[in-house]
C-alpha cells in the first residue's frame, strides 16, 4: 500500500472521530480506523507540499502547503457521507457502524434496520 522508498512525514488523530491520517514524504495521504486498523482511503497530493497541522480549533483537518504555487489546501473528512461511503464503497456494515455508534454519525440506525430486516425476513420464509 505504501510507496516504496516513502516514509512517514506525519500523523494525527481527527477529532471526534476515529480516524488516523497518515502523510508520508511523497504526499502520499492515508487514513485508517484507529480500533481496527481498516484502510479507508487514500490519495496522493500533487506538487511540492510541505504538511501542517490544523488549527487547535480545528483538528478535523489538516493544512498542506505547496511550497511552489503557495497554495494552502485543508484535508478533511465530509462527516455527513462518511458511513455512507464505508457502507457503499467499502461494503462494510460492521465498521459503518461502529463509527456511526461511537461518533454519533447520522447512518447507525439505517445499519441497525438493515440488519434487523435482514434477519426477520429470513426467518419468516417457508424455507427458514
Known amino acids: 500500500m505504501l510507496i516504496a522508498g516513502d516514509m512517514l ?8 472521530l476515529p480516524i488516523l491520517v497518515i502523510v508520508t514524504f511523497q504526499l502520499a495521504v492515508y487514513f485508517f480506523e484507529v480500533h481496527s486498523g481498516a484502510y479507508l482511503l487514500s ?3 500533487q506538487g511540492n507540499g510541505l504538511v501542517v497541522r490544523g488549527h487547535p480549533d480545528d483538528t478535523r483537518s489538516i493544512l498542506t502547503l505547496d ?3 503557495r497554495e ?3 484535508i ?3 462527516t ?3 458511513i455512507g461511503y464505508i457502507r457503499q464503497v467499502l461494503k ?12 454519533g454519525l447520522p447512518g447507525a440506525d439505517d445499519i441497525m434496520f438493515d440488519v434487523m430486516h435482514a434477519d426477520y425476513s429470513h426467518t419468516n420464509t417457508p424455507y427458514g
Open 76 to 78: 478533511s473528512i465530509n
Open 43 to 45: 490519495w496522493r497530493l
Open 80 to 82: 455527513k457521507d462518511l
Open 92 to 103: 462494510n456494515d460492521t465498521l459503518a457502524s461502529s463509527i456511526a455508534i461511537r461518533t
Open 67 to 69: 511550497s511552489r504555487s
Open 9 to 16: 512525514w506525519t500523523m494525527s488523530v481527527l477529532r471526534g
Open 72 to 74: 494552502i489546501r485543508r
